[in-house]
């Protein structure tokens, strides 16, 4: 009963999404603050919200335009460390550069990124896979206490964050829910 709540409840929301795509995909202009865009031309790639549909659960119009499917595996642990480490400006440096505007020096140990890691992917695993945005989640619970005390550590004081650090800010996050108590 509730799974199947949920695929309707997901089918409902990937519908909506490729109603409004829709025109994006079959040719429009956008306007931008550098002027109008015309789609006409454009290659769209499609995913991530598109992962739970069947080719089935696709409008007709959409099926046609984008005719090739992918089947993608899950972000691994190691995918997560990746993301995390690798681009020129992933969240990492992101948040880093983010409280040094308050004057506060942030360092993550490399363990500490690797818990990162491994924190998103399990939720993923577990309660529902969003991908690399699970990321972005679970270092704002990570980084909410610290950015909101940021003065404190203001003058070139510096703030450690550890994989101890990391379990505790994210633990009420591994708490596995009992669903079954809610079935009648």
Do not use: W
Request: proline fraction near 4%; charged fraction near 25%.
């Amino acid at each position: 009963m509730l799974s199947a709540f949920l695929y309707l409840f997901r089918l409902r929301n990937c519908l909506l999404m490729q109603r409004d795509l829709l025109p994006l995909i079959e040719g429009c202009s956008i306007s931008t603050k550098h002027g109008n865009v015309k789609t006409d031309h454009m290659l769209f790639v499609c995913s991530g919200a598109f992962h739970s549909c069947k080719p089935s659960d696709m409008l007709a119009e959409l099926q046609g335009r984008l005719p090739i499917r992918v089947e993608l595996k899950p972000l691994t642990e190691n995918d997560m460390y990746l993301i995390l480490t690798v681009p020129e400006s992933n969240l990492i440096r992101q948040q880093i550069a983010l409280l040094s505007t308050e004057g506060m020096e942030v360092t993550f140990s490399d363990d500490a990124v690797r818990e990162i890691a491994r924190v998103a992917a399990e939720i993923n695993s577990t309660i529902e896979n969003i991908g690399a945005r699970r990321l972005h989640t679970v270092l704002e619970r990570i980084m909410d206490e610290v950015s909101f005390t940021a003065d404190d550590f203001a003058g070139g004081k510096n703030f450690q964050v550890t994989p101890a650090y990391v379990r505790e800010r994210v633990s009420p996050m591994l708490v596995k829910s009992d669903l079954s108590k809610y079935i009648l």
